[in-house]
């Protein structure tokens, strides 16, 4: 219907209201003319131009919607321990440590596999790696069917909470790897609260934290580089920390020459 009333109104520049029979041919003429310029040149010109005009603005907003949310990434300020447990910490220097210097960050690392390790990465405030753990059965269940997983997971948990009074950190940072992450953190939060009843332990913070860009910098060349006798969910884990502890310093790890930044999924096109 659009096609025909754009040629109605073209024909009419082109049109002769007279009566004669060779004015009538010469209408007619003029309108196959016409019809056929519309039909073979002009109107698959136009669906061409206005095509690439499509394209042009959906990728400029797609660059645009990309833009923002890498912005709102980095935007993120740095993670600071609680402020009512620094006024009631007396200790002026560990609170002048914690602001100035930075903190010491737990980061943990798993797979999607339950017969895999867990691993966790203790960062100190200058972001580099001060210990680490294995946790083999960290990720079996505690009241699982078989007695001997359900041993082993006690363990791990008993292992992680003398790990975690000794290397005393201010924030643990969990993977977001999948559904069983909820059940890591409860773990983990059920340990610091046993501690915090035996021996008057400092509450310390649980938090979950995306690993898409831990996943990146776990694979990229440059924590090969720099972590080349680790496993990889050990790097992972390292990234998690440092992703709590600074996000825009973290995310200038994959800011490199293979442009690992490049594979972050900032949208879903």
Not at 110 to 130: H, I, T
Request: with cysteine.
């Amino acid at each position: 219907y659009g096609d025909q009333t754009y040629f109605e109104e073209i024909k009419q520049f082109y049109y002769r209201d007279e009566f004669s029979h060779q004015v009538q041919e010469w209408n007619r003429q003029r309108t196959l003319a016409i019809e056929h310029a519309l039909k073979h040149f002009l109107y698959p010109q136009m669906a061409k131009e206005l095509t690439n005009k499509l394209l042009a603005e959906a990728k400029d907003s797609i660059i645009k919607a990309c833009g923002r949310k890498l912005y709102n990434y980095l935007k993120v300020a740095p993670y600071r321990p609680d402020q009512q447990a620094e006024e009631e910490d007396e200790d002026e220097d560990l609170v002048a440590e914690t602001q100035g210097k930075g903190m010491r960050v737990l980061g943990l690392a798993f797979s999607s596999s339950r017969d895999s390790p867990a691993f966790c990465a203790l960062v100190n405030s200058d972001g580099e790696m001060g210990d680490f753990l294995r946790l083999p059965y960290f990720l079996k269940r505690r009241n699982a069917w078989k007695e001997e997983d359900r041993e082993h997971k006690l363990h791990d948990l008993e292992t992680l909470k003398k790990f975690l009074h000794s290397k005393k950190p201010h924030i643990i940072a969990v993977a977001g790897e999948n559904r069983d992450a909820q059940l890591v953190m409860e773990d983990i939060k059920r340990t610091v609260v046993e501690l915090e009843q035996e021996s008057s332990f400092p509450s310390i913070a649980v938090e979950l934290v995306d690993n898409e860009l831990a996943i990146l910098y776990m694979n990229s060349k440059k924590s090969e580089a720099d972590f080349r006798d680790y496993p990889p969910l050990l790097r992972q884990a390292v990234s998690v920390a440092r992703k709590i502890q600074d996000p825009l310093v973290e995310y200038s790890q994959v800011c490199s020459s293979d442009e690992d930044i490049l594979c972050l999924k900032l949208h879903p096109l």
